[in-house]
């Protein structure tokens, strides 16, 4: 089974702390993703890395850099919290060639507050 | 382009249906479905190819309708282990590596 790790489940920060939330996949994985969740926004795609030292922006990048040295693991940094970037905070992973019926596979996510 | 989910909420007795629909004004190759409980890792349901299939899993299914543009999971006869927010990921074609996902309708269901 994939398994698609997240370093902390809950963690509170203060405006303007840099921040880093880790994670990490054990399939070998080419791609991963940094997701944001928010009650009727849905997910929304941060930064998506395709391969070692490879990014590329998502749909809201602002505010957020990524870093991804090794393949397994892949870094959402919040350069300055901001209070209105405490949300829900998801990795993903996939193949770079799907087989037709596979998908993205998860993590279960860091909440993250800042006061 | 962020695909919209409807309805946004849904509360169920157990026994009952519920219909979940996801919506593009783009064209789709793929459409992915999950369900996340509360506090947990969002698990993958289904994925529904270009074809207009549908496609089944215990008493949740779904169809894709591509000239629609439209993806529905039905989940027949609930039980209280339904209970969470599903949305859905969609691909305009194929293996783009990106998903697009909607907006999540998130459902709960009542002894």
């Known amino acids: 089974d994939v398994k698609v790790t997240q370093s902390s489940r809950y963690l509170v920060k203060r405006t303007g702390e840099k921040v880093f939330l880790e994670c990490v996949q054990d399939?070998?994985?080419?791609?991963m993703f940094w997701y944001r969740q928010d009650p009727g926004l849905g997910l929304r795609l941060i930064y998506f890395s395709y391969d070692v030292k490879m990014k590329e922006k998502g749909d809201i990048p602002e505010g957020y850099s990524v870093s991804r040295e090794k393949k397994e693991r892949f870094s959402l940094i919040l350069e300055s919290a901001s209070t209105n970037q405490t949300s829900m905070y998801l990795c993903a992973s996939s193949l770079a060639r799907r087989e037709r019926g596979d998908t993205q596979y998860f993590g279960p996510g860091t909440r993250l507050t800042v006061l | 382009q962020q695909p919209v989910q409807s309805p946004q909420a849904v509360i169920l007795r157990e026994g009952e249906d519920a219909v979940i629909n996801c919506s593009s004004s783009k064209a789709l190759y793929s459409v992915h479905w999950y369900r996340q409980k509360h506090g947990e890792a969002p698990v993958f349901l289904m994925i529904l190819l270009k074809g207009g299939e549908q496609k089944g899993h215990e008493k949740i299914s779904a169809s894709f309708n591509e000239k629609k543009q439209q993806s529905s999971l039905y989940l027949t006869a609930s039980q209280l282990s339904y209970s969470g927010t599903y949305f859905c990921?969609?691909?305009?074609?194929?293996?783009?590596?990106?998903?697009?996902f909607g907006t999540g309708t998130r459902l709960q269901v009542f002894p």
């Open positions: 399939m070998d994985h080419e791609n």
């Open positions: 990921g969609t691909e305009r074609t194929y293996n783009t590596d990106k998903l697009i």
